[in-house]
């Protein structure tokens, strides 16, 4: 299996089953409920080029393997700054970080499911961020605004 991402589309190529196939995904469109993927890694690489575009960083917050043969059949791909982060409430204990948390509790995030055909499907997309979003640059990873240097 074979993922690219060019400037506007991203290229699958897979053979499963003996038979091979190509999708293409508009990488300038949004994501929604019911958008079709070619592999979990096509959609995967089409969220994070959203989330690059957007403005934001994507991390893999949960996954289901099938009981059956230990596949993945789906997985919730989330803005990096998802959740929050554990603290004494669970431990007991005031933890100190060598860093600051980046968490805020950002409910942005995309969930893709296989179906029995073997394509993945979006069934859930959450667009909205709680946080401001950063500027990108070209090809490279975004950058917080408050550290941008001028001049």
């Known amino acids: 299996m074979e993922t690219l991402v060019e400037d506007k589309v991203v290229t699958t190529e897979s053979s499963a089953g003996g038979e091979s ?21 096509a959609a ?23 009981e059956r043969d230990g596949s993945i059949i789906s997985r919730r791909l989330a803005c990096n700054k998802e959740g929050f982060n554990l603290n004494s409430q669970k431990t007991g204990r005031v933890r100190i970080r060598k860093r600051e948390s980046k968490r805020e509790g950002c409910m942005a995030m995309i969930l893709v499911k296989r179906e029995k055909l073997g394509k993945w499907v979006v069934t859930k997309f959450v667009r909205e961020h709680n946080h401001p979003l950063v500027i990108s640059s070209g090809n490279s990873r975004p950058t917080p605004v408050s550290f941008l240097h001028i001049g």
């Open 21 to 41: 196939g190509l999708c293409e995904v508009d990488t300038n469109q949004e994501p929604y409920e019911g958008l079709l993927f070619e592999s979990e890694e």
């Open 44 to 66: 995967r690489a089409f969220y994070e080029e959203y989330a690059r575009r957007v403005g934001f960083l994507t991390r893999i917050i949960s996954s289901r393997k099938s």
